[in-house]
C-alpha cells in the first residue's frame, strides 16, 4: 500500500524559500497524481498544486503562482514543492496526497495522505 512522507518544512523569514519533499513507498508514484495541500489553523484544507502522472501541473490558488513549483522524480520516487518569496499567510501545515485518476483540488478525492509537515513564514 502506498504511503506518503513529507519532509522539509520549517521556521523561515518573509522572502524566503523552502523546499517541501514528498517520499513515497510501497508503491511507484508514476501511477499517481500527487497533490499538495495546506491547512492553516482555523481554516479549511485547500488545494495548493497538483502533478499528472504524465507531468502536467495544475495550480489551484492564485496566491502561490509564479512563487510555488511542483516537480516530480519517478527515480527517487519523490515529489516536490519549491516555495519561493513565501509570505506570512502561507503559514500552514503542508500534506501530499496521491489519487490514481486525474488531479483534483478536492482533498474527498484523494486516498492517500502524508502526515504533514509544519511550514512558518515568519520574522
Known amino acids: 500500500q502506498l504511503q506518503l512522507v513529507e519532509s522539509g518544512g520549517g521556521l523561515v523569514k518573509p522572502g524566503g524559500s523552502l523546499r517541501l519533499a514528498c517520499a513515497a513507498s510501497?508503491?511507484?508514484?508514476?501511477?499517481?497524481?500527487i497533490g499538495w495541500f495546506r491547512q492553516a489553523p482555523g481554516k479549511e484544507r485547500e488545494g495548493v498544486s497538483c502533478?499528472?502522472?504524465?507531468?502536467?501541473?495544475?495550480n489551484y490558488l492564485d496566491s502561490v503562482k509564479g512563487r510555488f513549483t511542483i516537480s516530480r522524480d519517478n527515480a527517487k520516487n519523490t515529489v516536490w514543492l519549491q516555495m519561493d518569496s513565501l509570505r506570512p499567510e502561507d503559514t500552514a501545515v503542508y500534506y501530499c496526497?496521491?489519487?490514481?485518476?486525474?488531479?483534483?483540488?478536492?482533498?474527498?478525492?484523494?486516498?492517500?495522505w502524508g502526515q504533514g509537515t509544519q511550514v512558518t513564514v515568519s520574522s
Open positions: 496526497a496521491a489519487r490514481t485518476l486525474v488531479c483534483s483540488h478536492r482533498v474527498s478525492d484523494y486516498n492517500y
Open positions: 510501497g508503491s511507484n508514484l508514476n501511477y499517481y497524481s
Open positions: 502533478m499528472r502522472p504524465t507531468g502536467g501541473t495544475e
